[in-house]
């Protein structure tokens, strides 16, 4: 069997970069898009191995001839706006950029014949911020949790959620679905809570005199994972997730933000304090998230693996060797 041709959008962004190094590891060819004029450092690393365009996903004529370019085996959509924060204050953006995007990519498989051959397996990426504000009593969420979206990024999601099974049910696309949570690591940038608060120890670690940093809600509790345990679960999906199936992938365990600046806080080098700053306070918050992930585990394997200090160790290590300003 010649090696799967993997397509993964948004390849050059945190989740893209560590999916791409997996993918050459398992020996697939590695194509993928990065918006123009950002930053593909990311992949520094990985650059002559990959085969890379710069291309806006709301222009679908540059989207339709790379993909007829390319004819991938497996198509994995990550390109995305995935700050809860900025769909607050840009939805706009957060919405055009996912639904239109999703849009264009599923339509331009769907108009071309050759591309409805060679494509196998189309994995779209929505989130389990399309449950909302779950009762106590829907923890863990399953598959089956009705979509009750409270902010734009989540109705986003659950749009393209949505979408991609219409397509599939309409036109035959395989499109496999994904709610993940929460994951973080290196190369996470500002705008999500671990790497907010690594960006602030880091910096305030090199600064003298009276150190404090601000944060948000500490309440919230959340299920998280590390990227490369989550970007494991995207493959074995490409591979073995079957079309028609929602797939949820996270740890299946939950932690509160507090207990997340807790454990920062024991690994930073200097004493710091936290006050919470009402600016960083949400117009809605969703208090708890927790998935189910036994669906992922029997049916493709999933298992992640990475323990979660390491996770924080690595994400500030990261922090404090080139991301902190
Ligand atoms: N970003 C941020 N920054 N969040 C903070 C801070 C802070 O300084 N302090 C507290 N929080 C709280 C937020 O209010 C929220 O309750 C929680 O920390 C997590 O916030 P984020 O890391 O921004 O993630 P999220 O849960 O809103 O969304 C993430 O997970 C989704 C899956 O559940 C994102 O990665 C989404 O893209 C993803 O789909």
Same mark, same amino acid.
């Given at each position: 069997?010649?090696?799967?041709? %993997?397509?993964? &959008? ?106 409805? @051959?060679? %494509?196998? *397996? ?10 909302? +504000? ?13 979509? +009750?979206? %409270? ?8 749009? %393209? ?41 880091? +910096?305030?670690?090199? @600064? ?23 970007? @494991? ?8 997730? *079957? ?25 930073? &080098? ?24 036994? +669906? ?28 902190? @300003?």
């Amino acid at each position: 069997m010649p090696a799967p041709r %993997v397509f993964i &959008t948004g390849i050059a962004g945190f989740a893209g970069s560590h999916l791409a190094e997996l993918c050459l590891d398992a020996g697939d060819v590695v194509f993928g898009t990065w918006l123009p004029g950002t930053s593909t450092r990311n992949l520094d690393a990985i650059r002559d191995e990959i085969e890379i365009t710069a291309v806006d996903l709301l222009n679908p004529k540059a989207l339709t001839r790379v993909l007829q370019r390319i004819r991938p085996t497996w198509v994995i959509h990550l390109a995305a706006s995935t700050s809860v924060g900025d769909s607050f204050s840009s939805p706009g953006n957060t919405i055009r950029n996912n639904v239109i995007s999703s849009l264009n990519l599923l339509e331009a498989i769907r108009q071309d014949r050759n591309l409805m @051959k060679s %494509v196998e *397996k189309i994995v779209m990426l929505a989130s389990n911020e399309v449950y909302g +504000r779950v009762r106590p009593s829907q923890i863990p969420v399953d598959e089956n949790t009705p979509l +009750r979206p %409270v902010n734009p990024y989540g109705a986003s999601k659950a749009a %393209v959620d949505l979408i991609a099974e219409s397509y599939r049910a309409s036109f035959k696309l395989p499109t496999v679905r994904v709610r993940a949570s929460n994951h973080t690591g290196p190369r996470q940038a500002p705008g999500f809570v671990v790497p907010d608060f690594c960006n602030s120890i880091a +910096r305030l670690e090199r @600064k003298s005199g009276k150190r404090v940093m601000k944060v948000g809600d500490l309440s919230a509790r959340r299920d998280f994972s590390d990227v490369r345990d989550i970007v @494991k679960g995207y493959r074995q999906l490409a591979q073995d997730g *079957k079309p028609g199936i929602v797939y949820h992938l996270g740890s299946g365990k939950v932690r509160s933000i507090q207990s997340v600046l807790d454990s920062l806080l024991k690994l930073a &080098t200097q004493p710091i304090t936290a006050v919470v700053d009402p600016k960083k306070l949400r117009p809605v918050e969703v208090p708890i998230l927790r998935a189910d992930i036994s +669906r992922a585990q029997r049916d493709v394997g999933f298992k992640p693996s990475i323990p979660w200090n390491q996770t924080l160790l690595d994400t500030l290590e990261y922090y404090r060797q080139c991301r902190s @300003k």
